[in-house]
Nanobody, 125 residues
């Protein structure tokens, strides 16, 4: 069983930056592709970004491309989300997720096997 714990959320002004971290335990971290999703009030959980097991390949939703950067440190069992130029519409609970299988797109929640509890990000205008 893999446990994922997010941290680093908070309140920031528009244009500011935040760095989220997701620490994994209970499994072999480098066996998992990792993703960050977010869910705003009254909306469905949506894909933000994902990173391959090695960290070589990344993908981003159009809404965050050029502003968010995902990275991972397999030695520390941690995945990061650097968020710059934040906008009020980025306000959401941010979740990290681990994907064991090689098949299936990384943009769909159903293809992930483990989820963290989420961390709140609030961007004020």
């Amino acid at each position: 069983q893999v446990q994922l714990v997010e941290s680093g959320g908070g309140l920031v002004q528009a244009g500011g930056s935040l760095r989220l971290s997701c620490s994994a335990s209970g499994g072999t971290f480098y066996n998992y592709a990792m993703g960050w999703f977010r869910q705003a009030p009254g909306k469905e959980r949506e894909f933000a970004t994902a990173i391959s097991r090695s960290g070589v390949s990344t993908s981003y939703a159009d809404s965050v491309k050029g502003r968010f950067t995902i990275s991972r440190n397999n030695a520390k069992n941690t995945v990061y989300l650097e968020m710059d130029s934040l906008k009020p519409e980025d306000t959401a609970v941010y979740y990290c997720a681990a994907k064991i299988t090689f098949s299936g797109s990384s943009i769909y929640t159903n293809n992930y096997d483990y989820w963290g509890q989420g961390t709140q990000v609030t961007v004020s205008s």
